[in-house]
């Protein structure tokens, strides 16, 4: 119920310009994000790479409307991936990349365009893009985007969800041999219809997505915090005979700190989703909705300012 109803207020304007006005936002916004500028970006990816992690880097927006914003976007990509690249970040970070935010939803051809340029130009940084996956209606275009750009960029990233009902036969589709698949829950508000609703459900949707991508020939990227699938992911590496070269975790920026430490101790490759720019709403939402203990920890800084 609560999940519901934050997720409907990340969907909100209103809502969106009471959160951004309140004065507890900014404490709970560093949390999550790691600044508004490129600068901020690169600081917090070589603090994270020095520390023997790799990176993602969001620049957050979405659901972009105008080509405009969407070039705006793409640009921002274009600069990111020249200063990781200048400041000898890459192959260690590599971006993430949100179609709706480059066109998707008015033209898939000219998002389509965006996202070659910003994979041209991670190519020539000598790193990579992921493709993330947003909600259900946007599926099979992004899945055709990515087969496209993987005609020509074979090591562009996929992500698939676990809540997806879907999801098992994307799976068996994508785990060929050097494919990178990064394997989530699922973070939007989908129907019955296309996804499992208990989380029971969805976590062994996670598992049985897991076993078929560690037992393939891709390259499968575990993002979850879950303690329960971090072990199952560490027993399946152990049974599928994976070396940590094969496949990797991914967590958050700010979310579980001392377990990504711990993972790349015991020698696990680490990536973590750095997010920054202005547009921190709708995934500080999201952050929100899927745990109360992120709600509890926004209450405190309320209560505290
Ligand atoms: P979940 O939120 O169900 O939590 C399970 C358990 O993990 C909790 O019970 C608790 O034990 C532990 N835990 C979780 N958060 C914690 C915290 N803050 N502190 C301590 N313990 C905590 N989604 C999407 O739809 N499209 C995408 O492209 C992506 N991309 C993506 C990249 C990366 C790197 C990650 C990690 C996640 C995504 N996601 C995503 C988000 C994803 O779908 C999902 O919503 C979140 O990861 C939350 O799910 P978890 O698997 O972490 O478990």
Redesign the pocket.
Known sequence: MLRSVILAASRSSRVERLVETAPFTRDVVRRFVAGTATDDALRATQELVTNGLSV?LDHLGEDTVTAEQAVAVRDEYLSLLAALSAAELTPAAEV?LKLSAIGQKFDEKFAYDNARAICAAASEAGTTVTL???DHTTTDSTLEILAKLRADFPTTGA?L?AYLRRTESDCRELASAGSRV?L?????KEPESVAYQA?NDVDKSYVRCMNILMSGQGYPML?????R?IAIAEDRARWFDRSPDTFEF???YG??PEEQARLSADGYTV?V?VPYGDEWYGYLM?RLA??P??MAFFARALVSK
């Open positions: 993602t993430s993330d996956m947003e992500v969800q990064r989530c829950k699922g973070a939007y989380a993002a979850t915090h879950d303690p699938l991914q967590l958050l979310i579980r990536r989703y999201r899927e745990r203990a992120n």
